[in-house]
């Protein structure tokens, strides 16, 4: 039985423009949220259409040959559906109804009245919040649910990661930096040394109703 070449494990119809533009916001998106397994899936499926061979994908990620031959396949079965963590089905946790309004309360009041060093409340420390007030653990996936039948609008950061290539920030900063902070007069020159500017929230902060003014990212 001949080998396939390079790329032709997954179909023709999975390696055209529109849905490789797809698999490249799936590997974005990925690295926005933190999920480094989905988006480890995502640069090795996209190392081998272009090119790549399978041994040198699963040496570069540390993982086996079967690891990357079960993404391929689930990419080339499900497109990048394929690729997203599962998340095991079942009835979320539920509170009480006097719980929902104490929890309407403690995210009104502000993270900081709760506890918290930030200033914005994210998913997860809500959902820490949750646990840790009325023993009961919603996971990171429902939270989004339950804010919003609490009448709580989860914002997106405005911010975000101006070059998504690992690579290329890496370069950006080594490079490109320095030689911002030469320039007299530039706003990074006068940075002390230990110094870094933020490189922006990646957490999701929450707002209530029209009148709840989020702060700012």
């Known amino acids: 039985m001949a080998r396939s070449q390079p790329g032709q494990a997954i179909r023709r119809s999975r390696r055209r423009g529109v849905q490789l533009k797809q698999l490249d916001d799936f590997i ?4 926005l949220k933190n999920d480094l397994a989905e988006w ?3 640069r090795a499926v996209r190392a081998y259409v272009d090119g790549r061979k399978v041994t040198g994908i699963a040496k570069e990620y540390g993982v086996t040959r079967g690891s990357v031959n079960r993404w391929l396949q689930w990419y080339d079965t499900d497109h990048v559906d394929g690729l997203r963590t599962r998340i095991a089905e079942g009835p979320a946790p539920k509170l009480t109804e006097e719980q929902r309004e104490a929890l309407k309360v403690i995210i009104e009041l502000g993270p900081v009245q ?11 420390m809500i959902g820490d919040l949750i646990e ?3 023993g009961v653990r ?3 996936h429902h939270v989004p649910r339950l804010l919003h039948q609490l009448k709580f609008s ?3 950061p405005r911010k975000r990661l101006a070059r998504a290539d690992l690579a290329r920030q890496a370069a950006w900063l080594r490079n490109t930096l320095p030689a911002i902070k030469k320039k007299p007069g530039s ?3 006068s940075l002390p040394s230990a110094t870094k500017p933020a490189s922006g929230s990646m957490g999701r902060s929450t707002k209530r109703g029209p009148e709840w003014a989020a702060n700012p990212v």
Not at 28 to 31: I, K, R, S, W
Not at 114 to 124: C, D, I, L, R
């Open 28 to 31: 974005l998106e990925a690295q």
């Open 40 to 42: 480890r899936r995502g």
């Open 114 to 124: 709760a506890g918290y060093q930030s200033g914005v409340w994210t998913g997860p």
């Open 132 to 134: 840790e007030r009325f």
């Open 138 to 140: 919603y996971h990171n």
């Open 154 to 156: 989860v914002q997106r």
């Open 187 to 189: 706003a990074a020159a």
